[in-house]
């Protein structure tokens, strides 16, 4: 159990890392004149807009949902080495999936001009990352049978 946690820690550390060198990145690009920032209000900015929102909206209650339903199955297994991998890839799917508009709401922020709605979008899935920290105890609540109180 613990080394599959250490796994999701891998999953749910990554994504910080990656909206980290995002942020670098896009804000070096930005200040560096490579990239020049667009109008939010234009049509480019709108669209962006549009992408970035739709992705959180979608993708956020999407991991969550699918997360809680696939582990209605998977704790019906017997095989417990395959109830824990079937687990982990479904819980790695969670952490992906929720906190990946962070990564796109970083990146619009800064491409944007410091567009402050893009950056609500992200700490929206900075706060659904947060839930998707892997423990053992939110495994162990996972995979019990339900009906069982703990």
């Known amino acids: 159990m613990k080394q599959i946690i250490r796994q999701l820690n891998l999953y749910y550390y990554g994504m ?80 992906v999936l929720v906190s990946n508009a962070m990564i796109w709401g970083i990146m619009a922020f800064y491409f944007m001009g410091g567009y402050q709605s893009m950056l609500w979008v992200a700490a929206i899935s900075a706060i659904g990352w947060y839930f998707t920290k892997p423990t053992e105890k939110k495994m162990f609540i996972e995979l019990q049978p339900k009906g069982e109180d703990y």
Not at 41 to 47: I, P
Request: aromatic share 12%; with cysteine; glycine share 4%.
């Open 16 to 95: 910080m890392t990656l909206t980290l060198i995002a942020a670098v990145v896009s804000y070096f690009l930005v200040y560096k004149g490579l990239v020049l920032p667009f109008d939010p209000m234009s049509q480019l900015g709108q669209v962006l807009q549009y992408i970035v929102i739709f992705d959180a909206l979608l993708t956020i209650p999407l991991g969550l949902f699918l997360c809680k339903k696939r582990c209605d199955t998977i704790r019906l297994i017997e095989d417990e080495a395959e109830r824990f991998a079937q687990y982990k890839k479904v819980a790695a799917l969670r952490i």
